[in-house]
């Protein structure tokens, strides 16, 4: 079973930047692509971005052009810059694999904004 590890949250102020990591195998990003979700507190998951191996990417309406997904061709991982962050923003962020694959979803990484 894949087990894709976010990282790099924090706490920043509205206007602020962070970026975000997802670790997992290679082989697994460019076969089944990568999702980055959010989840904020008392509230359902919702999908945020898209990177499949072939490098295309989408985004929820919410994010676009504050938010860019990327590959990191040398190493296992995909990453969330995430630019002029705003309150509603504030959410558990996950990610796992597309595609059709399985993966397992892991504890997530926090980002908070403060007005």
């Known amino acids: 079973q894949v087990h894709p590890v976010a990282s790099g949250g924090g706490s920043v102020q509205a206007g602020g930047s962070l970026r975000l990591s997802c670790t997992a195998p290679?082989?697994?990003?460019?076969?089944?692509?990568i999702h980055w979700y959010r989840q904020p507190a008392g509230k359902q998951r919702e999908w945020v971005s898209y990177v499949n191996g072939g490098g295309y990417t989408s985004y929820a309406d919410s994010v676009k052009g504050r938010f860019t997904i990327s590959k990191d061709k040398a190493r296992d991982t995909v990453y969330l810059q995430m630019v002029s962050l705003k309150p509603e923003d504030t959410a558990m962020y996950s990610c796992?694999?597309?595609?059709?694959?399985?993966?397992?979803w892991g504890q997530g990484t926090q980002v908070t904004v403060s007005s």
């Open positions: 796992n694999l597309g595609g059709g694959c399985l993966g397992d």
């Open positions: 290679r082989f697994f990003i460019n076969r089944c692509g």
